[in-house]
């Protein structure tokens, strides 16, 4: 391996979102970036792996890499007042749970062999197609690395007393006009509502402030008409926020004719039926293009290697310095993952780092057989038996996402899906593995085999679920686990330091997003963050990709810039692909 330089203007640690992105900022304003990760693979916790990187657990504990002591210690930070606190690992991952429901050797060996067909997100996300964060791979040209598809349906569960009904939620017109869930008078209101809300994109009329309470209130839509547009516009964060107080459900009503109009304005921009799009490969990708952003402009990345020491010394106090395998590298400035904390040393807090709780997730991930959650309707059950249709679906039940994936996401190999599942997650609470069993088994069938599971203990006949319907999912493998969102403390007075955390409660992307160019200004107030980038012909060529894994039923997408007006008509998706595989 070739020797390092000495000194760098920023080092990253760590190659999930906000790290990746603010890597790429550095690096094409001209500074050099050295970028590393104790992990032997891109994204963090925004990672995708194969199926047998996934069944290993290795996202749930700390990289081999690690040289991990007392607490998880890897190192200390050594200050110039004289102080010293332990760098530590905390794994954002915990309570990892898998267990093979089928007893079917053919499948667990088909699965094993197929293992580089999958593509399984710790955390999925779906973008929006005008949200913040497809802009921004737009305007730094870094959309160009990636493809995407569309989601095909948007389902949620009805209010109670019909929770167990799954309908579609209407997006359209002629979906309002044809839709049996709701009678023809919540149709009119629903119509009505929702062209007021567009109406009122001015931030200086008053009905922009309105909340979702108040504007519901006024359009006197029914209770089930206002389930159907807040399972459909809510996020994941409004979930955590609105189970658990007050303020959370006045976050949300405060945001709702902005987010609204987001969420409409989304759909059909790239012929999305929706207004979501999938990541193809995987939401680690979006990590992996804004890493190959950086190293296009002279970005330095290391896999496999992290930090022993930080330091900072009396002669060059504008100066940090690192030891890295013994390598003692200067910086302007120092960015770290979120899994990397401080903890003091000597006091009564040393088993507590600086950071503070946001918020958990429960997660889990089942690979499934047979129909779909939701059966399709006649016409279009008929085209996907004739090979014409294949539809990714989002469910919403109550706070609780499942994202339903086949064989053209290229997240699972042809004959099997995928059920993303996403919840909040409370103290107190029973497992991650209890928790989602319990809430999915009106909807598909765990089947469990009577044997011992992978944590070793023995299963009950009275856990073994009767003969499986054919009206249902059958569930093969399921993956549980809980993944934790940090704040950091130190983030209160950070204005004037040289060393940045990554942190943030947040789910949502477009946090993430605002939190690398909030990092990038403190460093650099006169910098452009992630300015438009040549084009492709001008710096390096895309990379081959193995033809097997492209979807078979219509092309990818790639979100490209429009001219002129901000928000021009939605274009129909293109059938013909682009020089680099994608679609305009």
Not at 255 to 272: A, D, H, P, V, W
Not at 299 to 325: A, C, H, V
Not at 423 to 428: A, I, Q, S, T
Not at 429 to 440: D, G, H, K, M, Y
Request: glycine content about 6%.
């Amino acid at each position: 391996m070739e020797t390092l330089p000495s000194s760098f203007d920023v080092i990253v640690v760590g190659t999930g979102i906000t790290e990746s992105i603010i890597s790429a900022a550095a690096a094409r304003q001209g500074h050099t970036v050295l970028h590393i990760d104790p992990r032997d693979y891109y994204g963090g916790k925004w990672a995708t792996l194969s199926w047998n990187d996934w069944v290993s657990g290795i996202f749930a504990h700390p990289p081999a890499t690690l040289n991990t002591r007392e607490f998880n210690t890897i190192g200390t930070f050594k200050k110039l007042s004289g102080d010293v606190e332990n760098i530590i690992w905390k794994n954002d991952v915990r309570d990892l749970e898998s267990n093979w429901y089928s007893s079917d050797t053919a499948v667990m060996a088909e699965v094993k062999i197929l293992t580089r067909r999958f593509n399984i997100d710790i955390i999925p996300k779906v973008l929006m197609a005008r949200e913040e964060v497809i802009q921004l791979l737009i305007q730094s040209n870094v959309s160009r690395y990636l493809e995407f598809t569309c989601i095909n349906k948007l389902m949620s569960s009805l209010p109670p007393p019909e929770e167990s009904t799954i309908e579609p939620i209407p997006l359209s017109r002629s979906d309002i006009f044809t839709t049996r869930t709701i009678s023809l008078i919540e149709k009119r209101k629903l119509m009505k509502f929702l062209e007021f809300v567009l109406k009122s994109g001015d931030d200086s009329e008053p009905s922009s402030k309105s909340t979702f309470a108040d504007l519901a209130q006024m359009h006197k839509l029914t209770n089930k008409v206002t389930h159907l547009i807040q399972s459909a516009v809510r996020t994941m964060d409004d979930c955590m926020q609105m189970s658990g107080d007050a303020d959370g459900q006045d976050n949300f009503n405060i945001k709702f004719t902005e987010n609204c109009r987001l969420f409409l304005q989304s759909i059909n921009r790239y012929g999305n039926q929706t207004p979501f799009l999938w990541t193809l490969y995987g939401v680690s990708e979006i990590c992996q293009s804004f890493c190959r952003l950086s190293a296009i402009y002279g970005g330095t990345y290391i896999l496999k290697r992290s930090i022993e020491t930080i330091y900072e010394d009396e002669e060059e106090p504008d100066i940090i310095k690192i030891q890295t395998e013994g390598v003692e590298i200067k910086t302007k400035y120092l960015v770290l993952c979120p899994e990397l904390k401080f903890l003091s040393i000597g006091t009564e807090r040393s088993k507590s780092p600086k950071c503070i709780q946001g918020i958990t997730l429960v997660r889990g991930v089942l690979l499934v057989t047979g129909p779909r959650l939701k059966d399709d309707t006649a016409p279009e059950a008929a085209a996907e038996e004739a090979g014409q249709s294949k539809k990714l679906a989002i469910y919403r039940f109550g706070d609780m996402d499942v994202i339903e994936l086949d064989e053209t996401s290229l997240a699972v190999p042809k004959n099997y899906r995928m059920l993303q599942v996403t919840l909040p997650y409370r103290e107190g609470n029973p497992t991650p593995r209890e928790i989602i069993e319990s809430r999915l088994q009106s909807y598909v069938n765990f089947q469990v085999r009577k044997e011992e599971n992978m944590s070793g203990a023995e299963i009950p006949d009275s856990a073994i679920n009767p003969i499986t319907p054919e009206d249902k999912p059958t569930v093969l493998h399921g993956t549980y686990f809980l993944v934790d969102f940090y704040d950091d403390i130190r983030d209160q007075d950070m204005e004037h330091s040289k060393i940045f955390q990554c942190n943030s409660s947040s789910t949502e992307l477009k946090d993430h997003v605002e939190k690398a160019r909030e990092i990038f200004s403190r460093m650099y107030p006169d910098g452009e963050f992630l300015p438009k980038a040549p084009a492709p012909e001008e710096d390096i060529d895309m990379e081959d990709r193995d033809d097997e894994g492209e979807p078979e039923d219509g092309q990818p997408i790639i979100p490209m810039e429009e001219e002129g007006n901000q928000n021009p008509p939605s274009p129909p998706l293109g059938n013909e692909p682009h020089q680099n595989g994608f679609v305009e």
